[in-house]
């Protein structure tokens, strides 16, 4: 029976892998019919009814797993996971509690790291340091487990002990190109010797057409950018470039398109709703802009006062804006498209403001002040002010010169496909700028701008105003932004422990030359190199 019940799992896992959900179901329901009180196919079931989008079966069956076999660990992983995937935290982190009396000294360290990865998805940072330290414990020389607990020390701003574990990780694995990469993010490197080596090595052992050169190119760039030697930084990331924009096909035109279907709607929107809408009991304030302009600093400032918690760059409001469109969670960000924002009513835009919140709070637990700071939210600044009439907005701008190079030489886990190529950016924060303008023609007094340059500048009289807008009282934590000992889980996560500085201002100009095509193109759209174009 044990055989035939294995077989079956092997089929049905196939049967996922390979996209056919019907075969799947059907050999799960054949198999449990059979026998059921195999908690495996209870899972493969579970497995199947997430696919399809059924919540109530996903849990129910995972719950079945549990009662079959209630020592097995990875049962319980399932249902912590399923949990998390509907972003119910609390029912998530009981089911983590759970999964962490079943485990002791005994156990593989595969087990205590999925204990940390689903810590991590639940925002229990540091249980998840703990657990992939146990990890550790167990096997001393895993290179996954110390890669992981590396990047979680990053968040934490534990900058020296993640450099130890990362280059623990290259000396076992010589051509591990994610330690590579995140080796060279933690710090400023001045000497080549440091690093260099190591990526070269890598290199060398990877096979040509790997998809590992392209963090590789990216680790080159910061490297070469950290040495001053420009020519070879932009050489690199130009190659990371291009081929991470081979990996997926994009098209300019349909972000541009979203842009002004989303302004357009707004101010539809605006004519439909005959009651003011009412203000939230918690008050989001929403850091937005481009990536990598400095949004990440201004949350560190705001979240260091006292009132104020930190929600990171939460999914929250668009994963609720896909509900009020009539999509679920699962459909993903990708889900965000011009039909989906023309359903939005009236009333699923009332519902989407508590949705948000709820989603909100798995993060924050409650906080009267919080920052969001996802920069794509500046997509949706008209439906957060229709939905959240108490939201604050606050719009980080920057020279658009330093914006797209800073855009350019970022590898992004995910999104902000045209970064990839020069023209692309150049078009996208053309699209984004008059996108921001329109904003603020709609809703002038809800959208508070900070130009970066006179943040860098002028630290106290900028946070004075950012404090103001917000109706915070002032706080003299918020100039010490760099000794808020909070998790940062962003690509920023080294450069918010150091103070402010100003080095990044103007650094276009070392790239001058190789950004001949960003020039161009900003040019046609009317923008100069020195535009800061306030919105």
């Given at each position: 029976m044990d055989q035939c019940n294995d077989h079956y799992h092997q089929l049905i896992q196939a049967s996922l892998a390979a996209s056919d959900i019907d075969r799947a179901a059907k050999l799960c329901t054949e198999a449990l019919k059979t026998d059921a009180t195999n908690g495996q196919l209870w899972q493969d079931l579970s497995e199947i009814s997430l696919r399809l989008g059924q919540t109530k079966m996903t849990i129910?069956?995972?719950?079945?797993?549990?009662?079959?076999?209630?020592?097995?660990?990875?049962?319980?992983?399932?249902?912590?996971?399923?949990?998390?995937?509907?972003?119910?935290?609390?029912?998530?982190?009981?089911?983590?509690?759970?999964?962490?009396?079943?485990l002791n000294s005994n156990n593989s360290a595969q087990e205590w790291d999925k204990l940390g990865e689903l810590r991590y998805m639940a925002n229990q940072i540091d249980l998840a340091i703990s657990a992939h330290t146990q990890a550790l414990v167990v096997e001393p020389n895993s290179k996954r487990s110390r890669n992981q607990l590396a990047a979680l020390l990053r968040f934490k701003g534990k900058l020296a002990e993640a450099e130890v574990l990362y280059t623990d990780v290259i000396k076992l694995e010589p051509d591990n190109y994610q330690a590579c990469y995140n080796l060279s993010q933690l710090r400023r490197f001045k000497k080549a010797d440091d690093i260099v080596p190591l990526l070269t090595r890598c290199s060398q052992l990877l096979p040509a057409e790997h998809h590992g050169h392209i963090m590789l190119h990216y680790a080159y760039g910061k490297v070469f950018e950290d040495l001053g030697e420009y020519p070879k930084a932009f050489r690199h990331l130009s190659l990371g470039a291009e081929l991470k924009r081979q990996q997926r096909p994009y098209h300019i035109e349909q972000d541009l398109s979203l842009m002004k279907t989303l302004v357009s709607f707004s101010e539809t929107l605006k004519t439909q709703i005959t009651a003011a809408a009412q203000n939230a009991p918690q008050t989001p304030i929403f850091v937005v802009g481009l990536p990598r302009t400095g949004t990440t600093l201004v949350e560190r400032i705001i979240a260091s006062h006292p009132s104020v918690a930190s929600g990171g760059e939460l999914n929250a409001l668009p994963m609720a804006l896909l509900e009020a469109g009539g999509k679920p969670i699962a459909a993903g960000l990708e889900g965000v498209d011009q039909d989906l924002v023309k359903k939005v009513t009236p009333t699923t835009l009332s519902n989407m403001a508590t949705r948000y919140l709820q989603l909100a709070n798995n993060y924050v637990q409650?906080?009267?002040?919080?920052?969001?700071?996802?920069?794509?939210?500046?997509?949706?600044?008209?439906?957060?002010?229709?939905?959240?009439?108490?939201?604050?907005?606050?719009?980080?701008?920057?020279?658009?010169?330093?914006?797209?190079?800073?855009?350019?030489?970022?590898?992004?886990?995910?999104?902000?496909?045209?970064?990839?190529?020069?023209?692309?950016?150049?078009?996208?924060i053309s699209g984004y700028q008059n996108m921001m303008q329109q904003w603020k023609i709609q809703f002038p007094s809800k959208i508070h701008t900070i130009d970066y340059e006179q943040l860098v500048n002028s630290q106290e009289t900028e946070t004075r105003k950012?404090?103001?807008?917000?109706?915070?009282?002032?706080?003299?934590?918020?100039?010490?932004?760099?000794?808020?000992?909070?998790?940062?889980?962003?690509?920023?996560?080294?450069?918010?422990?150091e103070p402010i500085y100003s080095r990044s201002v103007g650094l276009w100009r070392q790239f001058q030359t190789q950004l001949t095509p960003l020039l161009d193109a900003f040019a046609k759209h009317g923008i100069q190199p020195e535009d800061t174009k306030e919105q």
């Open positions: 129910n069956c995972s719950l079945k797993a549990i009662d079959c076999d209630p020592q097995n660990v990875w049962h319980v992983f399932h249902l912590a996971g399923c949990y998390l995937q509907f972003q119910t935290f609390s029912a998530a982190t009981k089911a983590l509690d759970k999964a962490a009396s079943l409650g906080a009267n002040f919080f920052v969001d700071k996802l920069p794509y939210n500046f997509l949706y600044c008209g439906l957060i002010l229709q939905a959240m009439p108490n939201a604050k907005i606050i719009h980080v701008n920057r020279n658009p010169l330093d914006a797209a190079l800073s855009n350019f030489k970022m590898l992004f886990d995910r999104g902000y496909e045209y970064s990839y190529t020069l023209e692309d950016t150049a078009d996208f950012l404090l103001e807008f917000c109706e915070l009282d002032w706080a003299p934590e918020c100039l010490n932004f760099h000794q808020n000992t909070s998790a940062s889980q962003t690509a920023s996560a080294s450069q918010v422990r």
